[in-house]
């Protein structure tokens, strides 16, 4: 077991990129979510250092003595990393704070950075975990099968910017220079597939300066009237909020759905997913069906009430409301479970695993990976 989590935590801080948020490494799929000047350090295996929240990690709610006493609902235990994946459950993790919904008592955690999640997950210290996508496809390689995923939470959160008004197509970037972190990872492995789709060559037709951190972007388009980014969510809108010359010039999520027009296999770009252990999900049926039903409505209430659910997300510590208000329209939050979660996630597995299956964790998953209720 051991041997088997130092693994893990290897392959966390190499693969999960955009799909939490609040670390410093250049691996991470999902986005800081704290603001720049609360620094600290790694997420979702390489994420930006300047928007990482100065605690680890926190208990977001604790299951209530009444619940657990009653011995009619199920206990789950919930960890979400800080970030999109996790602010589309703050409406299910305030209404669990009064009690038992549809059935379960909940236990919420919210990690600043997936290394934290694995050990959890695997050891079964953790039920249901909002992981970076292609973590997910490692942990069921490296488990042999033993996570599933439950749904898509979060799709692209991956953004191109700039500071003037040179770029408004994919065709534009080309003989431009691109600062970006996340080299070896989901970052660049979606920007080289959107550029590649377009006819633009990653390696000859534009110069990619490949930074630590998001924070050193941000720096370089300050220092370059004329420099472009690529920069997730929220941190896109934490740079704003200090340099209210930077706009975004491309949404990566509606460039990448623009090619699927003639894909032979339909994918999606998709940051983070909810995962389960195998065996709980097995045994309690249930309460797994229960928690999708009440996480699906908190999406819906995240999506449809942005400054209460700002509210929550600063409630919770994820980030602050001025900068969630902002940026939530942008985080493409959602839920998408069952046969269009399967098509979607597994399309966009094969896209990362053409380029580096370790990125999956060496080959795609079998069909059990993918939860049917």
């Avoid at 609040?22 to 999902?30: D, L, P, R």
């Avoid at 819906?300 to 902002?326: C, Q, R, S, W």
């Amino acid at each position: 077991m051991k041997k088997m989590l130092s693994v893990l935590a290897a392959l966390t801080l190499s693969v999960s990129l955009l799909a939490g948020c609040g670390g410093t490494n250049a691996n991470q799929t999902e986005t800081p979510a704290a603001a720049p000047e609360t620094s600290s350090a790694a997420e979702t295996a390489s994420e930006t250092a300047s928007a990482v929240p100065e605690s680890s990690e926190q208990e977001s709610s604790t299951v209530p003595e009444t619940a657990s006493d009653s011995g009619q609902a199920s206990a789950v235990r919930v960890m979400a990393l800080k970030g999109p994946t996790a602010m589309g459950m703050v409406k299910l993790m305030d209404t669990a704070e009064a009690g038992v919904v549809n059935g379960n008592s909940y236990e919420f955690t919210i990690a600043a950075s997936a290394d934290e999640v694995t050990p959890k997950l695997v050891q079964g210290e953790v039920d249901i975990a909002a992981v970076p996508a292609n973590l997910a496809s490692v942990l069921y390689n490296n488990t042999e099968g033993k996570i599933q995923v439950l749904a898509v939470n979060t799709l692209g959160v991956l953004y191109i910017v700039e500071s003037g008004d040179t770029v408004q197509s994919v065709a534009d970037l080309k003989g431009k220079t691109i600062y970006a972190s996340g080299k070896g990872s989901i970052p660049e492995y979606a920007l080289n597939y959107i550029l590649s789709s377009n006819g633009i060559d990653p390696e000859k037709d534009v110069t990619i300066e490949w930074k630590s951190e998001h924070s050193e972007c941000v720096a370089a388009l300050a220092a370059d009237e004329s420099g472009i980014a690529m920069l997730p969510q929220p941190f896109v809108t934490t740079a704003q909020t200090k340099n209210d010359n930077i706009r975004i010039a491309l949404d990566l999520t509606k460039e990448w759905d623009s090619l699927q027009k003639d894909a032979e296999t339909p994918s999606a770009l998709i940051t983070g997913v909810v995962a389960v252990r195998a065996d709980f999900a097995a045994e309690n049926p249930e309460a797994v069906n229960a928690f999708l039903t009440s996480y699906k409505e908190s999406v819906d209430y995240v999506n449809g009430n942005t400054e209460d659910a700002a509210a929550l997300i600063e409630k919770y510590d994820i980030v602050p409301a001025a900068v969630a208000v902002k940026a939530l329209p942008y985080c493409n939050i959602t839920f998408i479970e069952g046969s269009e979660m399967k098509e979607k996630l597994s399309g966009y597995l094969n896209v990362l695993s053409e380029q580096n299956p370790k990125a999956v964790g060496g080959a795609l998953p079998a069909d059990d990976f993918y939860y049917q209720r």
